[in-house]
């Protein structure tokens, strides 16, 4: 076990590069982000905290204790590497509720991370979240032009169909140097979440220029 690299350094790092928002995922077999990270990171983070996290009762109440600016709902399986697929609100409307509710009662946003179903969309919505995370993978792995295409078209659509009922409309997921200038310009996502090839990056010319390149790099496809 050991307790480097410290994710504290990082955020402080990521700031310095002029990220807009930390994001951990504070998972229920606690692989990577603790509690501890968590408590430090509220106290020190001063741009938005961004809480992924399952909707477990152990979580939601550390998520309720600690106070994030935002949490962001997602699905949760022990045996994988990374978050894989979007979360099935459709099928947890009454289950989910409860738990948006929890959080709004103590001023805390909440975002789902959905694929960009209609279905899905308008659940998000029913259950009162504010925001939307569209599950970018697909459009990410996409291995040829028609595919990209394609999947550039669902989320395009996903992200008009939740501005159009009135959600904020983020997304996240695969996106890197290469991939996330169309999809800022076509997609017109409100909040980006890119982790790993950040850190990729960060190998070769630090974290901190690795967070202002992809600032740029983001900000030339918006204007």
Same mark, same amino acid.
Do not use: W
């Given at each position: 076990?050991?307790?480097?690299? =410290?994710?504290? %350094?990082?955020?402080?790092?990521? %700031? ?14 606690? *692989?990577?982000?603790?509690? *501890? ?6 106290? /020190?983070?001063? #741009? ?17 204790? #600690?106070?994030? =600016?935002? +949490?962001?709902? /997602?699905? $949760?399986?022990?045996?994988? /590497?990374? #978050? $894989? ?15 948006? =509710? ?11 991370? &959905? @694929?960009? =179903? +209609? ?7 029913? &259950? ?9 993978? $697909? ?6 032009? @028609? ?6 078209? *669902?989320?395009?659509?996903?992200? %008009? ?18 991939? /996330? ?16 090839? &950040?850190?990729? !990056?960060?190998?070769? +010319?630090?974290?901190?220029?690795? +967070? !202002? ?8 496809? @918006? @204007?």
């Amino acid at each position: 076990m050991t307790y480097e690299p =410290d994710p504290v %350094d990082a955020a402080f790092a990521a %700031d310095r590069g002029g990220a807009e928002c930390i994001t951990i995922h504070l998972r229920e077999d606690r *692989r990577h982000i603790q509690d *501890r990270d968590l408590a430090i990171l509220r106290k /020190v983070v001063f #741009t938005k905290l961004n809480l992924e996290m399952g909707a477990a009762e152990e979580i939601v109440r550390i998520a309720l204790k #600690t106070g994030p =600016d935002q +949490v962001t709902l /997602v699905p $949760e399986k022990r045996r994988e /590497v990374t #978050t $894989e697929g979007g979360l099935n609100v459709a099928a947890q409307v009454t289950k989910l509720r409860k738990v948006v =509710d929890r959080f709004h009662r103590k001023g805390i946003v909440v975002s789902m991370f &959905i @694929s960009p =179903d +209609v279905e899905q969309i308008r659940a998000s919505k029913d &259950i009162g979240a504010e925001a939307i995370e569209l599950h970018t993978g $697909e459009y990410a792995n996409a291995r040829t032009e @028609s595919e990209r295409t394609r999947q550039m078209d *669902r989320l395009v659509r996903g992200a %008009d169909k939740g501005r159009e009922i009135g959600l904020t409309v983020n997304a996240g997921h695969g996106l890197n140097y290469k991939n /996330v200038g169309p999809l800022v310009r076509d997609v017109r996502a409100e909040e980006l979440n890119i982790g790993h090839s &950040i850190i990729a !990056r960060a190998i070769f +010319v630090g974290l901190e220029q690795a +967070v !202002r390149e992809m600032r740029e790099l983001i900000y030339r496809f @918006s @204007s």
